[in-house]
């Protein structure tokens, strides 16, 4: 087990002390912040895709908050209408299986909602990030099929 630092050896409480190199972990606790604390791998099931997954969570706890930034949230099942009501609108124009569909927004709600529409529209998203180079875009957005 990872001992607890005293007050005088965190930096929280002591800014200009230097945080402990991972050269000073005992063998315990390298194993324990590399190893034990890493292990997040998990059983799910394979014949189901994520948005689907995804409604499964919604039917079991619609009320538990879903996705938060900053001040904003949305519960499971807010996050879910949102997403449906998108992916009816882009089904709509025409998206389904292999029509890439592109997100073109900061990190924010908005974006997960995307994400989550698209797929459940039967699409596949294709992230563009304001931050390249144009010429960048330009062939991303040429990747696009509708």
């Known amino acids: ?39 997040t791998t998990r059983e799910y099931p394979h014949d189901r895709c994520i948005h689907q997954l995804f409604e499964e ?17 949305l519960t499971y099942l807010e996050l879910n209408a949102r997403a449906n009501q998108l992916a009816h609108y882009l089904q709509g124009l025409g998206v389904g299986p292999e029509v890439l569909v592109g997100i073109c927004v ?3 709600i908005e974006m997960i909602v995307g994400v989550l529409g698209v797929l459940k529209a039967g699409g596949a998203y294709v992230p563009i990030d304001r931050s390249y180079p144009s010429k960048r875009i330009a062939y991303r957005t040429h990747l696009i099929s509708f």
């Open 57 to 73: 969570q919604v039917k079991r706890t619609p009320d538990a908050v879903a996705v938060v930034l900053e001040e904003q949230q």
């Open 106 to 108: 900061e990190r924010s």
């Open 1 to 39: 087990m990872v001992a607890p630092l005293n007050k005088s050896e965190n930096s929280a409480f002591n800014p200009e002390q230097q945080l402990r190199s991972e050269e000073n972990l005992t063998d315990a606790e390298r194993h324990k912040l590399l190893v034990e604390w890493n292990n």
